[in-house]
């Protein structure tokens, strides 16, 4: 293995934390990257603060604007690494979250977690909106497979115009559920364009607690991924159990999925940018495309983020901006695939 893709990692891991100090500095207070740092130091390590230090920078970087950047950022990378499985799976690069519907079923079954708790039903949001979205994305998923398949087989013409039809038939049912809501619509409405605002410390331990054991389990199986590239019989020769190792990876693409869009909202594309830009990089090799497309989806929805905040007169929900960037990187995808050209 060449030094290339490793250091590429190191990068994308220093970008990362240069981003998020960078980022906990910006807005309409502004915060230069040496306080902090300080703050960070101080929080951690203990000590004093520097006199001349505004009393109100630690509040804003701690309480504000860090768990909102946290949770950008780890939305962000589940989001890309649940795109690069789908991706590697069903080897068609059109393949993510929200292109196969995974992103709206988790969406309806937050949705209807939401509705639930408006119309008065006695359900604890806290639990039961990820428990929805995760029902909502599983649900669709055999959903889309199930209309793609043929012979026992996932048929990769078929597969996204799968999703695109029950992502339609999600659409409707969620119209329906902003009808029940009535007057609270707009909660809904704007959680639906995807949106961080307002995100705190729990939201950014929800997504770490279900993110990072998810990104463990695809990186044990990021070898056998790999090996099922050459075809199922050649896996199978080798002694990898393909039919095992689909189903566990799926089963963890779409619980981060899940969770990612009931922390968030609809946030969309970043599953099909970032895997495609850093396997032209990295290689298709698993090993290190995963990680790698946790450092960079972390990268990308925490700017996209921070452009909505701190740089727009007018805070724009996230969803809008990554879906005005990914469609039309969708459409030179897929006249790439129509040409032939890797």
Same mark, same amino acid.
């Given at each position: 293995?060449?030094?290339?893709?490793?250091?590429?990692?190191?990068?994308?891991?220093?970008?990362?934390?240069?981003?998020?100090?960078?980022?906990?500095?910006?807005?309409?207070?502004?915060?230069?990257?040496?306080?902090? *740092?300080?703050?960070?130091?101080?929080?951690?390590?203990?000590?004093?603060?520097?006199?001349?230090?505004?009393?109100?920078?630690?509040?804003?970087?701690?309480?504000?604007?860090?768990?909102?950047?946290?949770?950008?950022?780890?939305?962000?990378?589940?989001?890309?690494?649940?795109?690069?499985?789908?991706?590697?799976?069903?080897?068609?690069?059109?393949?993510?979250?929200?292109?196969?519907?995974?992103?709206?079923?988790?969406?309806?079954?937050?949705?209807?977690?939401?509705?639930?708790?408006?119309?008065? *039903?006695?359900?604890?949001?806290?639990?039961?909106?990820?428990?929805?979205?995760?029902?909502?994305?599983?649900?669709?998923?055999?959903?889309?497979?199930?209309?793609?398949?043929?012979?026992?087989?996932?048929?990769?013409?078929?597969?996204?115009?799968?999703?695109?039809?029950?992502?339609?038939?999600?659409?409707?049912?969620?119209?329906?559920?902003?009808?029940?809501?009535?007057?609270?619509?707009?909660?809904?409405?704007?959680?639906?364009?995807?949106?961080?605002?307002?995100?705190?410390?729990?939201?950014?331990?929800?997504?770490?607690?279900? *993110?990072?054991?998810?990104?463990?389990?695809?990186?044990?199986?990021?070898?056998?991924?790999?090996?099922?590239?050459?075809?199922?019989?050649?896996?199978?020769?080798?002694?990898?159990?393909?039919?095992?190792?689909?189903?566990?990876?799926?089963?963890?693409?779409?619980?981060?999925?899940?969770?990612?869009?009931?922390?968030?909202?609809?946030?969309?594309?970043?599953?099909?940018?970032?895997?495609?830009?850093?396997?032209?990089?990295?290689?298709?090799?698993?090993?290190?495309?995963?990680?790698?497309?946790?450092?960079?989806?972390?990268?990308?929805?925490?700017?996209?983020?921070?452009?909505?905040?701190?740089?727009?007169?007018?805070?724009?929900?996230?969803?809008?901006?990554?879906?005005?960037?990914?469609?039309?990187?969708?459409?030179?995808?897929?006249?790439?695939?129509?040409?032939?050209?890797?």
């Amino acid at each position: 293995m060449s030094a290339k893709p490793p250091l590429t990692l190191l990068f994308l891991a220093l970008f990362l934390i240069l981003a998020i100090i960078l980022a906990t500095g910006m807005g309409f207070l502004s915060i230069t990257p040496g306080e902090v *740092v300080r703050v960070l130091w101080f929080k951690v390590w203990g000590g004093p603060l520097a006199e001349d230090m505004n009393p109100a920078f630690p509040f804003v970087i701690l309480e504000v604007r860090l768990p909102r950047i946290l949770t950008a950022a780890i939305v962000g990378g589940g989001l890309a690494m649940a795109g690069a499985v789908f991706q590697a799976i069903l080897l068609n690069p059109l393949a993510d979250p929200y292109t196969l519907g995974v992103s709206s079923g988790a969406a309806f079954g937050a949705s209807l977690a939401l509705v639930l708790a408006i119309l008065g *039903v006695a359900i604890p949001v806290f639990f039961s909106v990820p428990f929805f979205a995760f029902l909502g994305a599983m649900a669709t998923l055999a959903a889309v497979f199930s209309l793609a398949a043929s012979d026992g087989r996932f048929s990769s013409n078929t597969l996204i115009l799968s999703g695109v039809i029950v992502a339609a038939i999600l659409s409707a049912g969620i119209g329906f559920i902003q009808y029940l809501a009535d007057e609270q619509v707009g909660v809904i409405l704007f959680w639906l364009m995807g949106s961080l605002v307002g995100k705190t410390w729990s939201d950014v331990l929800v997504t770490a607690l279900f *993110v990072f054991p998810c990104l463990l389990v695809m990186l044990y199986f990021a070898r056998d991924l790999n090996i099922m590239a050459f075809g199922g019989r050649t896996a199978e020769t080798i002694g990898v159990d393909s039919r095992r190792v689909k189903k566990s990876l799926l089963v963890c693409a779409s619980l981060m999925t899940a969770i990612c869009v009931s922390v968030s909202g609809i946030i969309g594309f970043v599953g099909l940018i970032v895997p495609h830009l850093l396997r032209l990089v990295l290689g298709p090799d698993n090993r290190l495309l995963i990680p790698a497309c946790f450092f960079g989806g972390a990268i990308l929805l925490l700017t996209a983020d921070t452009i909505t905040r701190a740089w727009l007169p007018t805070e724009l929900p996230i969803g809008i901006l990554t879906s005005l960037i990914g469609g039309p990187f969708f459409c030179y995808i897929f006249r790439r695939k129509q040409l032939g050209v890797q």
